[in-house]
């Protein structure tokens, strides 16, 4: 079994700033990626961004691309999302999730642990 607590959501002006954090304990040493994804009101939870745990291969939502940065750190098994030039349309919860499959981990069906989600708001 794999724990995460995500952490870090809030409120933020359009145009600002956040940074999310994800922290993994359990069974991690299997872990082949980890995401985010976020939903939005009235809306499917969509994938937001991916890295590959060991050598760091990174995947990005189109719509974030530019904007949103994730990063790890092995030894703290902990995933982030920097996220700038928020927009009001990037409201909504973020998850954080981990795989231990082997393939695109742009696709919310190869996530075996989620954690409960953190909100972000953006104002306009």
């Known amino acids: 079994q794999v724990a995460l607590v995500e952490s870090g959501g809030g409120l933020v002006q359009a145009g600002g700033s956040l940074r999310l954090s994800c922290k993994a304990s359990?069974?991690?040493?299997?872990?082949?990626?980890m995401g985010w994804f976020r939903r939005a009101p009235g809306k499917e939870r969509e994938f937001v961004a991916a890295?590959?745990?060991?050598?760091?291969?990174?995947y990005y939502a189109d719509s974030v691309k530019g904007r949103f940065t994730i990063s790890r750190v092995i030894a703290l098994n902990t995933v982030y999302l920097q996220m700038i030039s928020l927009k009001p349309e990037d409201t909504a919860v973020y998850y954080c999730?981990?795989?231990?499959?082997?393939?695109?981990?742009?696709?919310?069906?190869?996530?075996?642990?989620w954690g409960q989600g953190t909100q972000v708001t953006v104002s306009s």
């Open positions: 999730a981990t795989t231990a499959k082997y393939g695109s981990p742009m696709f919310e069906a190869q996530y075996d642990y």
């Open positions: 359990g069974r991690t040493f299997g872990t082949y990626a």
């Open positions: 890295i590959e745990r060991i050598d760091g291969a990174t």
